[in-house]
């Protein structure tokens, strides 16, 4: 089999997980790991991999053989190089980190129909004292007849030595909700705080995390919920929020299980659904459609020959993978066609008024699925998809909200010169370093659809509902007004969502329900939301549920009113109103209006950056020249005040 890589953006060398400090501050012991490398994930750094225009293949034969797997690692004490020729890297902390070898593919281990992976990894701790072999007088010794000795106490042959002859293995678990790896006498997963016994997969983000599985935070929720469920059965269904599901979705998962469980897994799904089921939303006060896979003629308006191919292709093998992050088994193929046809029919249905709004519960997610390449978890493009399906029933203009915090640039890159379709993200950018590395202002489209791609791209992490609510004000809103879409369809990541590992934001559902409610004034109510990213089962059957709620007719919890941004939040807003108001001059007065009220707050975090700093380094503070560093510092801030004194004078 052949495969064509194409031009590939920078891969990061960090996953997805803890930094270094973080890492430090885990644990009282730190330890290395080895683990054979394997597809690399979508990282909240910047990662774009190499496009394939097949999947990548296991084996030759598409039958790898697999042991027992387990969670847990191999963890030594000893510190062992990383060796691109095996595969093998070294890993530092009680959970893992990934490191790019090389932007070529390789074949998770299994090229020449070999598997390595032992099945059941484990913790092993090294015994120190065997990486020596000293002689029996040396502990008599005194400081300085072993300085004397130049520290040599090698007297014996330690050729056969092994460093792993002595070890202990130590279990571990990895968190059901964030998929981080704990050590087995931990209750708790030290990252996100859920039980180990978590039943978060029964009762969503209603199951105390607390606490074990039978445990619910909240019982009257469910009362109320079933009450609910059964005063809503007599209501007509073009008066109901439809919601798109079928379990054959949650057949798509990664055969082998690599370092840690990857994060785009089949337990999404199930964390939203027990979290409506515990409501009593759904089943109850939502009406389900029948699934269906969509149609080779249906995927063609949306992507070309060699996506649908190579995804075809895919349910052919055990194990494959489009790019190190995105997996495939036999079951791959169908779960994308079925959250697609789902989608399709979703849209047709509730522009065609025989439902109210819907919500598309679907894996795999799609925004990252361009014309011909599958990448960043997605398949085939589940908005794309649904935008086509509501313009051939009718609606002339289709707008396509994306807040997943990672840029959709496939859905960017197959609308990008049409003029029916408003395309507006609102992401993670960096500057390029954040996966995907696509979504500046400056891309606004091309081809004679310019302006209809509208990106705000947020230069850092820890974007809240503020920053997002200002944004929905004075650019998505106007500019969507403006457009005047016959339907609205929301890419609904949930990454940028309080706590999830990938995104690092710190949207909460309040900030959700509300960006859904401002959107429900659009095209009549006809609105759509697609399940795209998010990895935080807590944070996303939360926020899942607060939107759906919002298409049932219930009021956010509360509304954020008069919102302050951020510094940075601001600038972003500001630079991009400045180039869009060249395709939308409704942004005009609004551009101005912030300069005037905004500008010298936006403004004065930039001199400060500006400022430089002379910075001693830290043996100047601390060494001998300690008392000249102290009475150089005092100086300067003499002279400082003298300026300052001086100025208030003029």
């Not at 200002?470 to 007004?481: D, K």
Request: proline residues 4%; neutral net charge.
């Amino acid at each position: 089999m052949k495969y064509v890589k194409s031009v590939s953006p920078k891969v990061s060398q960090k996953e997805f997980g803890l930094n270094s400090k973080q890492r430090a501050n885990t644990g009282v012991i730190t330890v290395k790991t080895i683990k054979q490398q394997g597809p690399l994930r979508k990282n909240p750094a910047n990662r774009k991999s190499a496009h394939l225009t097949s999947p990548l293949v296991t084996q030759n034969n598409c039958t790898p053989k697999f042991e027992n797997q387990s969670n847990e690692l191999k963890l030594k004490s000893d510190s062992t190089p990383f060796s691109a020729q095996s595969g093998m890297i070294v890993l530092e902390g009680g959970h893992t980190d990934h490191k790019s070898v090389s932007s070529t593919m390789q074949v998770n281990g299994l090229g020449n129909g070999v598997s390595e992976n032992n099945g059941r990894d484990q913790v092993v701790v090294t015994d120190v004292t065997a990486g020596k072999k000293y002689s029996g007088t040396h502990e008599d010794m005194t400081l300085e007849e072993m300085y004397a000795k130049d520290g040599d106490f090698d007297d014996e042959d330690d050729s056969d030595w092994d460093p792993l002859e002595n070890h202990i293995a130590v279990p571990t678990w990895f968190c059901v909700n964030c998929t981080l790896v704990n050590l087995d006498g931990a209750i708790y997963c030290h990252i996100c705080g859920e039980h180990k016994e978590s039943g978060i997969l029964r009762h969503g983000f209603l199951a105390s995390s607390l606490h074990e599985a039978d445990s619910v935070t909240n019982k009257s929720l469910e009362r109320n919920g079933k009450s609910e469920a059964s005063c809503s059965q007599s209501m007509a269904p073009h008066k109901l929020t439809a919601v798109g599901f079928d379990e054959r979705m949650l057949l798509h998962s990664e055969v082998e299980m690599k370092s840690h469980p990857h994060p785009e897994r089949p337990d999404r799904l199930r964390a939203i659904a027990a979290s409506l089921a515990t409501a009593g939303i759904f089943p109850g006060r939502c009406r389900s459609i029948p699934a269906r896979e969509i149609t080779r003629e249906e995927l063609l308006k949306v992507h070309s020959d060699e996506n649908i191919n190579s995804v075809q292709l895919s349910s052919q093998c055990v194990a494959s993978y489009f790019t190190p992050d995105t997996y495939a088994n036999k079951d791959s193929a169908l779960a994308a066609r079925l959250a697609a046809g789902l989608c399709a029919d979703l849209a047709s249905a509730i522009y065609s008024g025989r439902a109210k709004n819907g919500f598309a519960l679907v894996r795999p997610p799609g925004h990252h699925a361009g014309v011909k390449h599958a990448m960043g978890f997605c398949l085939h493009n589940n908005a794309a998809v649904a935008a086509s399906a509501a313009q051939a029933a009718g609606a002339k203009k289709v707008l396509i909200l994306d807040w997943d915090v990672h840029h959709g640039n496939g859905t960017q890159e197959i609308y990008e010169q049409n003029k029916t379709v408003l395309y507006v993200s609102l992401h993670r950018h960096e500057g390029g370093n954040f996966y995907p590395g696509t979504g500046a202002a400056h891309e606004f489209g091309s081809m004679g659809g310019e302006g209809y791609c509208v990106n705000v791209p947020w230069s850092r992490g820890g974007v809240g509902d503020n920053d997002y609510i200002f944004a929905f004000e004075h650019i998505v809103l106007p500019i969507a007004r403006e457009f005047a879409p016959d339907f609205t369809i929301i890419s609904a990541g949930f990454d940028a969502a309080r706590g999830d590992p990938l995104g690092c934001c710190d949207v909460t559902p309040v900030g959700y329900a509300q960006m859904t409610k401002m959107l429900t004034s659009l095209s009549k109510g006809k609105l759509l939301v697609i399940l795209e990213g998010g990895y935080n089962l807590r944070s996303i059957s939360s926020s899942a549920t607060a939107v759906i709620k919002v298409l049932l007719g219930e009021k956010p919890e509360s509304m954020l009113e008069n919102v302050v941004p951020s510094k940075s939040g601001l600038r972003t807003v500001l630079d991009v109103l400045e180039i869009q108001n060249n395709f939308w001059p409704i942004l005009g007065p609004i551009f101005s209006d912030l300069q005037s009220r905004w500008g010298s707050y936006a403004i004065q975090e930039i001199k400060k950056k500006n400022k430089r700093r002379f910075v001693v380094p830290l043996w100047w503070k601390l060494g001998r020249k300690k008392f000249l560093h102290h009475t150089l510092s005092e100086q300067l801030r003499l002279n400082a005040r003298k300026r300052i004194k001086s100025s208030l004078w003029l």
